[in-house]
């Protein structure tokens, strides 16, 4: 079976092979050497200065940079449900909200958030997706970050990447934190989260917030290559090998190919007559909105050997979402629309003719090779 979902995504064979050794002590060198490697390599991926990782799965990073980042009230950005989640942390902390919301096929504008911020003077953080996994949507945060800080540099923007780092390259001049998860674009198990953070976010962070996600006490012991809990060495381990693999095909190529086949997965798609849900699509994924999306999903699941994802909430039975991201053998991601052509001809759509095999092998090759 092809697992084709946009997150978890599947694990690469050297990773899991990396990750089979015995249980190895955290408070170890050996360990450490590991954990300097992988800090250091997680480090040239954000682009940024100072990094965290934690044992969590994503949302436990995005806890940490509300709690530790904010101190008064938020700016959030509700386009999905990782957006709302945003929400609901702040919420649960007792800090005072503002919402944006959107639909979820519609990007945030840079409009609303300077609007907020002119009413909210008051704002000491800003939350949104880089990639909106919800209905696969990107958000402008590049420009929304720079606007930000043009308006007041103490601002923390903060950007769940969770489905985006790894996906592209993030422009972080302006972002001061950003989140990845271990089980979308870098392909390991679900588990761990990490944090890219500005020199700012170091200094607000201060003494940090919290106990178990105080990112103050985390920072200080993963600045001498440890953990101030037990890590998750197993995961530690498997994302040292990742990065190494990707470090291998060099973050040019890595970027290039994901968008190539990202790009011919949506071209194919249309061309067989596939609504694109999003209006501003993500590279992370394909969502497209089809009201006989439950019955597609079946039919790639028990005929071709694909499992591809659905939609969340009201867009239940009428989403179907196909990951792009990781090291995809580009022959699987062609064998998938391929699978969704056949799909639409047993539903009586469309007369299969290979159409969307061709058009994604077109398109792939003429951008792979720029
Ligand atoms: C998956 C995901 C998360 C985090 O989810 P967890 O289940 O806590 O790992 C957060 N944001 C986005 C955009 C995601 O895709």
């Given at each position: ?164 780092v790894g996906v592209e390259p993030i422009d972080t001049t302006n972002i001061d934190a950003l989140i990845a998860g271990s089980q979308k674009a870098l392909m390991l198990p679900p588990g761990m989260a990490m944090i890219g953070l500005s020199d700012t976010a170091v200094e607000k962070i201060g003494d940090g917030d919290g106990y178990y996600f105080n990112l103050a006490s985390e920072i200080k012991k993963q600045r001498q290559n440890t953990t101030a809990y037990t890590a998750p060495t197993t995961l530690i381990i498997g994302l040292n090998k990742m ?128």
């Amino acid at each position: 079976m092809l697992l084709f979902t946009p997150g978890p995504t599947p694990v690469p064979e050297a990773v899991r092979m990396a990750m089979a050794g015995p249980t190895v002590h955290h408070r170890t060198p050996e360990f450490e050497a590991i954990f300097k490697e992988a800090r250091e390599r997680l480090m040239r991926l954000f682009g940024m200065d100072e990094c965290v990782m934690l044992a969590s799965s994503g949302t436990g990073a995005m806890e940490a940079c509300v709690t530790n980042l904010s101190a008064k009230k938020v700016l959030t950005v509700n386009a999905g449900k990782f957006g709302e989640r945003f929400g609901k942390i702040v919420q649960a902390f007792g800090l005072e909200h503002v919402e944006l919301k959107y639909s979820w096929d519609t990007p945030a504008s840079v409009e609303d958030v300077k609007n907020a911020l002119a009413e909210n003077p008051d704002i000491d953080a800003f939350c949104i997706q880089v990639s909106e996994s919800a209905g696969g949507l990107r958000h402008p945060v590049e420009e929304i970050a720079a606007c930000i800080k043009e308006i007041n540099p103490e601002i923390m923007v903060i950007a769940d990447g969770i489905t985006a780092v790894g996906v592209e390259p993030i422009d972080t001049t302006n972002i001061d934190a950003l989140i990845a998860g271990s089980q979308k674009a870098l392909m390991l198990p679900p588990g761990m989260a990490m944090i890219g953070l500005s020199d700012t976010a170091v200094e607000k962070i201060g003494d940090g917030d919290g106990y178990y996600f105080n990112l103050a006490s985390e920072i200080k012991k993963q600045r001498q290559n440890t953990t101030a809990y037990t890590a998750p060495t197993t995961l530690i381990i498997g994302l040292n090998k990742m990065l190494e693999l990707i470090e291998t095909v060099g973050y040019d190529k890595f970027y290039r190919d994901t968008k190539a086949r990202a790009l011919a997965t949506r071209a194919a798609l249309e061309a067989i007559g596939c609504k694109l849900y999003p209006k501003i699509p993500a590279l992370s994924m394909s969502a497209v909105y089809d009201e006989d999306a439950n019955a597609i999903r079946s039919i790639l699941k028990t005929e071709f050997g694909v499992n591809i994802a659905g939609g969340q909430d009201h867009l239940k039975g009428k989403l179907f979402r196909i990951n792009q991201m990781g090291l995809i053998p580009v022959y699987e991601s062609a064998w998938v629309v391929n699978a969704i052509e056949w799909a639409y001809e047993r539903l009586d759509r469309r007369p299969y003719d290979g159409l969307a095999s061709k058009v994604f092998n077109e398109v792939y090759f003429k951008n792979e090779k720029q």
